[in-house]
């Protein structure tokens, strides 16, 4: 199992760098090679201004959310997403910026969530993600009566949900 990730993780990493090289000779081509690293090094400068002043933000929220000891779901995600994000903008590489400005700007970062959750979501077995089966027991409560037979009432179902994983209405 381990051989097959580290396969597919050299794969999906050359590919990437491959795709990157081709974009950056095409930008190259198109305005010249000077303002192509003139932009490489924009981008990486924006990069590193947005994770700092996202980073600060992200780890603002987090920081509430333990002082009120609340579920830091989402801030936890902003904040992995906000440091994926400036370090796929401080890398060289156009690809990784377009990626990585989406993790970084807050009205995008949503997105990007949504579709990593689906992209996991369709990755886990079956067993792992649903229906889920749910058995319950109900007992008389004070005053009440048990069933005829004297066994308690037994309600069985199963959750439905939606095609984004979510349960149906």
Do not use: Y
């Not at 305005?31 to 600060?56: H, K, N, P, Y």
């Amino acid at each position: 199992m381990a051989d097959l990730v580290r396969r597919r993780l050299k794969l999906v990493v050359g590919l990437t760098a491959l795709a990157e090289l081709v974009v950056f000779v095409a930008v190259a081509a198109w305005i010249g090679a000077g303002w192509t690293i003139l932009a490489t090094l924009a981008t990486s400068a924006l990069g590193v201004l947005l994770l700092s002043r996202q980073g600060s933000r992200a780890i603002a929220d987090l920081r509430e959310r333990a002082r009120s000891r609340s579920n830091p779901g989402t801030e936890l995600g902003n904040a992995g997403l906000v440091a994926a994000g400036g370090l796929l903008m401080v890398l060289p590489g156009f690809i990784g910026d377009l990626v990585g400005l989406l993790c970084l700007l807050p009205g995008t970062r949503g997105l990007v969530r949504r579709a990593l959750g689906g992209i996991v979501l369709s990755r886990l077995p079956d067993r792992l993600r649903g229906p889920v089966h749910v058995r319950s027991t109900r007992t008389p409560g004070v005053g009440e009566r048990p069933a005829p037979d004297g066994e308690p009432l037994v309600i069985e179902g199963e959750v439905l949900r939606d095609t984004g994983g979510r349960p149906a209405p």
